[in-house]
């Protein structure tokens, strides 16, 4: 449980100090795709400090009741997101280098390729991530 609480707030300390240092030299009002692979990273962002509070509740509700197999389920399902997105963040940060992330300096055609994954990544995971909290939020009711 304490490394789920480092681990969040380690990617809390992330998310503030790339959202302040995000300069868009980009002369167009557009967001460039880079600007929206980032901007879905920070709607989902805070959503880890949620997972981890499911997480605990299910697990004192797994406790407190006869484990039943949806508990567990939903359980495993909070994790694994919050293991996608740590994941992810992992990889980007190895595909990108700061000025390419912070200051929209130009891709190279290999680069663009990642890119184009990692919108689709990160689209697939804030699904699953807002799926498995629903489900989770609705098990505790």
Known sequence: MKLLKFTI?????LFIATSCKNENKASTNEKSQMQE?????DEVMPKMGTIGNL??????K???TDSTEVLVNANQNLKDSHKAMMDWMKG?????????ILKGKALTDEKQTFLDEEEAKI????????SSIKNAQELLK
Not at 123 to 130: G, I, S, T
């Open 9 to 13: 707030t380690c990617m809390f300390a």
């Open 37 to 41: 692979v980032l901007a879905v990273h």
């Open 55 to 60: 997480i605990s509740q299910i697990d004192k």
């Open 62 to 64: 797994i406790k407190d």
């Open 92 to 100: 980007f940060g190895e595909r990108f280098d700061s000025d390419e």
């Open 123 to 130: 689209k697939a995971l804030r699904d699953k991530m807002n």
